[in-house]
């Protein structure tokens, strides 16, 4: 039997307080992009849509979220192709020596991302590679490879090894097995993982600000609006981003929904069968 | 091994695969010891034993899924030892359907066609005669997940034979199964064999199963075969005390011989045992009966013993009878129930003495 709080006065304050504490900051920031004065704290005097016109007529948000959608675009194109096959490779490896590559491959998520930055600064610096979005798609790589890493692996992992045997009996080489077998199984999750990479890539700040060079991502665009002047348009940009985040999460969310129903219609057809 | 039945055997066919003096070591631990087998084109042979004995790793050096410590894998002649899984002409069913998920019943059974760049049209004509050969027709379109273990199986039997390999090789793949199912895909097993003509070698831990369904049967024991012999000739002569008691069930008794007479043996304890052959010698030995050999009366003469147990088996009943004598338990398998026979008699048994195998016994 499932045990339940009861339910009392105090636990809902509780609650009510949490989630409070949780969403009414990003409501505040919502409601005030849509401010018709450049006041930041209510009250609130009425509805506009100027700050988004302004923002998105500003050529240095403009710039700035190319930059980071370009970034971010080929940070998950590159941590697809080298967290899968480092995925692949430790899944394929047995015992100690595996679980010894595993490790290191995971290694670089204990790192602060200030460390990371200043480590990767120092080694472009000393190998004289001049600093650009190419070197924060580097630096992204090395911090988002690890997250990717351990999605990829768990799907890898599930894949029997059997299968893969029948494929080699029945005549496929071992690239044959990837692409035939293993890939159809599981690219959904690793493009959920390359997915990840975008969304962590894309407001990465730290790591960034370090390792790049005269152009700047929507996160630093946003870090020096910020120093300047503190009106709507901040706002705008936030509310912006949260729905961009929020789409993608629903799309994954959806999608995620409809591999589950047809496991389950599988695995219902399977029992009946 | 029984010399004339091996030479016989020879004599009329033509070997295709032939593994000689396989060795096989996992750090310190020998799991196949100098393995030697010449299998005849168009054979069901079957490899039988415990876990752990050494047939899977023999069916596995075959598919070439394992690169044995020693010896060789030659088929047609050609050594394939060195040569990996996907370029030998063998195909395997395995013990769990190994079937593609993301593929229809369709494209799993094409697979191999698909590998071998068969065209489209000729694919979906072998595709459709494999299935028709295991009785599967039209299952094209259903996924794997869609059918019950029995008809998985029969799937991944359509696409291991779909490549027309020279040597089909299965290992234990009914095992996963209900008892009806499994006795249904004997009876399948032994028609595809017919049809196709192709050699089968058959991995399996149930006598039953091997006898069954075999030409031959190696009998593999701790890494070694014990004996390899048609099912007939395992079952009725059996050379070593561990082949008599894994094929079939079999009452195995350890007795001393001191003397021989004209149908039976003396034993130094002085019982007179039923007992023809020309092979009896004074001293250790194991003698075998099957239980359908052993007969209980109350009259005639036998060895003393109390029954302890019947069990009815529809076409015969079982008994187990504890003998002193003998110092053993042994069981009995008799047509009809004898009139009487309640548990807690006195019994005497006997035995035909011709059917009766005496096998020598280290001491």
């Known amino acids: 039997m499932q045990y339940q709080t009861r339910r009392s006065i105090p636990t809902l304050l509780t609650t009510i307080g949490a989630l409070a504490f949780l969403f009414v900051p990003l409501f505040i920031v919502i409601l005030f992009s849509f401010h018709a004065t450049d006041a930041l704290t209510p009250p609130f005097e009425g509805v506009s849509l100027r700050w988004y016109r302004e923002v998105l007529a500003d050529d240095a948000v403009r710039d700035g979220l190319f930059t ?86 768990t799907a890898l992992d599930r894949i029997d090894e059997a299968q893969l045997e029948a494929a080699a009996d029945l005549g496929a080489t071992p690239g044959y097995r990837f692409r035939k077998v293993i890939l159809p199984q599981v690219l959904p999750v690793l493009l959920a993982g390359a997915a990840m990479a975008f969304v962590i890539s894309f407001d990465e700040f730290i790591v960034t600000f370090f390792v790049i060079g005269n152009e700047s991502t929507l996160p630093l665009v946003i870090f020096s609006r910020l120093r300047r002047t503190i009106d709507p348009s901040i706002n705008a940009i936030s509310s912006l981003l949260l729905f961009l985040n929020l789409a993608l999460w629903l799309a994954a969310l959806l999608y995620s929904l409809r591999l589950e129903a047809r496991r389950r219609r599988d695995a219902l057809a399977q029992v009946q069968g | 091994m029984a010399p004339t039945n091996e030479a016989e055997h020879k004599a009329f066919a033509k070997t295709q695969l032939s593994i000689q003096h396989l060795t096989h070591r996992y750090g310190d631990d020998e799991v196949l010891s100098d393995i030697n087998l010449d299998v005849t084109e168009g054979e069901f042979i079957t490899f039988l034993g415990p876990s752990g004995c050494g047939k899977t790793t023999t069916l596995r050096a075959i598919a070439g899924f394992i690169t044995p410590t020693e010896g060789r894998v030659l088929l047609d002649g050609d050594d394939i030892t060195d040569l990996p899984a996907h370029k030998r002409p063998v195909n395997m069913v395995f013990q769990q359907s190994t079937l593609f998920p993301h593929l229809d019943v369709g494209q799993n059974v094409a697979f191999g066609l698909e590998v071998a760049k068969v065209p489209k049209a000729e694919r979906e004509k072998r595709v459709r005669e494999a299935l028709s050969l295991v009785k599967l027709e039209g299952f094209e379109r259903r996924r794997a997940t869609q059918l019950s273990g029995g008809q998985r199986q029969r799937v991944n039997l359509a696409r291991a034979i779909v490549n027309r390999p020279k040597v089909l090789l299965l290992d234990e793949p009914l095992s996963a199964l209900d008892l009806k199912i499994r006795l249904d895909l004997e009876v399948e097993l032994r028609r595809v064999h017919r049809e196709l003509g192709a050699t089968f070698i058959y991995v399996t831990h149930d006598q039953r199963e091997a006898l069954a369904l075999s030409d031959r049967i190696a009998v593999f024991n701790q890494g070694r075969i014990e004996q390899l012999d048609k099912a007939e000739v395992l079952y009725r002569e059996p050379n070593s005390q561990f082949a008599a008691s894994f094929v079939g069930d079999a009452n195995v008794f350890a007795i001393d011989i001191a003397s021989i007479g004209d149908a039976t043996v003396t034993t130094t304890d002085g019982l007179e045992l039923p007992l023809i052959t020309d092979q009896a010698a004074v001293g250790p030995h194991w003698l ?32 187990r009878a504890e003998c002193s004598a003998l110092g053993a338990s042994i ?20 035995w035909s003495g011709q059917r009766a195998r005496l096998l020598p016994r280290q001491v």
């Not at chain 1, 992204?140 to 490879?145: D, G």
């Not at chain 2, 005639?300 to 109390?306: H, I, N, P, R």
């Open chain 1, 68 to 153: 980071s959608l370009r970034v971010a675009v080929l940070t998950a194109v590159t941590t697809l192709i080298f967290g899968t096959a480092a995925a692949y490779g430790v899944s394929r490896t047995a015992g100690r020596a595996g679980a010894a590559y595993a490790t290191l491959f995971l290694l670089p998520i204990a790192m602060p991302g200030l460390i990371l930055g200043v480590a990767l600064l120092s080694f472009f610096s000393n190998r004289s590679i001049s600093l650009s979005t190419l070197t924060v798609v580097i630096a992204h790589t090395v911090f988002v490879a690890p997250v990717f890493f351990i999605v990829a692996r």
């Open chain 2, 331 to 350: 069981k009995a398998e008799i047509p009809d129930e004898i009139p009487g026979t309640t548990i807690g008699r006195q019994v005497q048994v006997s």
């Open chain 2, 288 to 319: 075998v009966v099957r239980p359908e050999d052993v007969r209980f009366d109350t009259d005639t003469a036998g060895v003393e013993a109390t029954v302890m147990d019947a069990a009815f088996r529809g076409a015969s009943v079982t008994y």
